[in-house]
């Protein structure tokens, strides 16, 4: 990509992101989330491979949908009310198309189904972007009205989200479409949280954002998109696949690592709700994606004797990189011991 394009793609990034996190007024913060829709497809699509053109057109349509759909929300309430503020959501109607609008614009279940598509279609980077940054403004919107929204439907949407993400990741051999499954179970978590303890939710997106920027830039670099060349990365890159390993156990949510803490804390607010059974439900869905999570790590650990590979070997590895994820990799690791300072605010 031209650096100019590049750069321009970028500031239309953050602009769009800051402009609806920081709005009050429904025509700003759909303004924001037009201009990072627009911003992203040149990125989505700059491969020119006709997988690549199907993501973006894939892409596009779900997200313009999601957007008319949020203005249209947005108009009918105000013209009940007379209120354009985002925190003055009273419309029903409003509050269930705007549920509908950001449940297709994150990828909920069930409107999850142009996510993985849209991720196998990208490259590594791109696809960190839409499973990170991308998902920030339309959950802003979610934590900016969760005093409004239907806490019925948002569980079911939630509860649904955890059990697709983890059945369909099942017998997926491609690690950007088994990230996308995990994208869609680590959502369910959020959202199943998100009336009862905004921060909560706040803090899990920042953990899963941490998480998943440490995996996909741990996959960029060795360049492995599948499990087959996952099991045969170690011969480039040993350690990083050691500490692959270990973030994607912390992405499984299993203590002593960092992704133990959202899921600990989640279970501990909806019990403390006297919402046992759906803490339960969630817990117990959420090990079919540890299923193919150690599955993962099985083959990023395993050890194959010394034989030929049809793998190209890199002549240069980008030591920039490598000190990303050298700082991002203990903090996916290790923040657990620091739960007693998180626990006070949440």
């Given at each position: 990509?031209?650096?100019?394009?590049?750069?321009?793609?970028?500031?239309?990034?953050?602009?769009?992101?800051?402009?609806?996190?920081?709005?009050?007024?429904?025509?700003?913060?759909?303004?924001?989330?037009?201009?990072?829709?627009?911003?992203i497809i040149p990125m989505i699509s700059k491969s020119?491979?006709?997988?690549?053109?199907?993501?973006t057109i894939k892409y596009f349509l779900v997200q313009a949908a999601a957007s008319a759909t949020i203005l249209f929300s947005s108009m009918i309430n105000a013209w009940t009310t007379g209120q354009w503020d985002i925190t003055q959501l009273s419309n029903t109607t409003s509050c269930l198309l705007l549920t509908t609008a950001i449940a297709m614009k994150l990828g909920l279940a069930p409107f999850h189904f142009w996510f993985p598509e849209v991720l196998q279609g990208t490259s590594l980077i791109t696809a960190l972007l839409l499973s990170t940054a991308m998902k920030f403004?339309?959950?802003?919107?979610?934590?900016?009205?969760?005093?409004?929204?239907?806490?019925?439907?948002?569980?079911?949407?939630?509860?649904?989200?955890v059990a697709l993400g983890g059945w369909m990741g099942l017998n997926?051999?491609?690690?950007?479409?088994?990230?996308?499954?995990?994208?869609?179970?680590?959502?369910?978590?959020?959202?199943?949280?998100?009336?009862?303890?905004?921060?909560?939710?706040?803090?899990?997106?920042?953990?899963?954002?941490?998480?998943?920027?440490?995996?996909?830039?741990?996959?960029n670099t060795s360049n492995t998109t599948k499990l087959s060349t996952l099991m045969l990365a170690w011969t480039k890159t040993p350690m990083l696949?050691?500490?692959?390993?270990?973030?994607?156990?912390?992405?499984?949510?299993?203590?002593?690592?960092?992704?133990?803490?959202?899921k600990w804390l989640i279970i501990q607010e909806l019990t403390k709700q006297e919402m046992t059974p759906t803490a339960l439900t969630?817990?117990?869905?959420?090990?079919?994606?540890?299923?193919?999570?150690?599955?993962?790590?099985?083959?990023?650990?395993?050890?194959?004797?010394?034989?030929?590979?049809?793998?190209?070997?890199?002549?240069?590895?980008?030591?920039n990189t490598h000190i990303l994820i050298a700082t991002l990799t203990p903090l996916s690791t290790l923040l657990l011991?620091?739960?007693?300072?998180i626990l006070p605010t949440t």
């Open positions: 990509m031209n650096p100019y394009a590049k750069l321009i793609t970028l500031t239309s990034l953050v602009l769009g992101t800051t402009i609806t996190i920081s709005s009050n007024h429904w025509a700003m913060a759909w303004t924001g989330l037009e201009i990072n829709t627009i911003a020119h491979h006709p997988r690549a053109i199907e993501a403004p339309p959950i802003t919107i979610l934590l900016l009205t969760s005093n409004s929204l239907n806490p019925l439907l948002l569980s079911l949407m939630a509860i649904t989200s997926q051999t491609q690690i950007r479409k088994i990230l996308a499954f995990s994208s869609i179970s680590h959502l369910g978590w959020m959202t199943i949280i998100i009336i009862y303890a905004p921060k909560l939710t706040l803090l899990t997106f920042l953990l899963y954002t941490l998480l998943t920027s440490t995996i996909f830039l741990s996959l696949n050691a500490t692959l390993m270990l973030t994607l156990l912390s992405l499984a949510g299993l203590p002593p690592f960092t992704g133990f803490l959202p969630t817990a117990l869905l959420s090990l079919l994606s540890l299923f193919f999570y150690l599955r993962l790590t099985y083959f990023s650990s395993i050890t194959l004797p010394p034989n030929s590979t049809n793998q190209a070997k890199h002549w240069f590895i980008n030591k011991p620091l739960s007693p300072l």
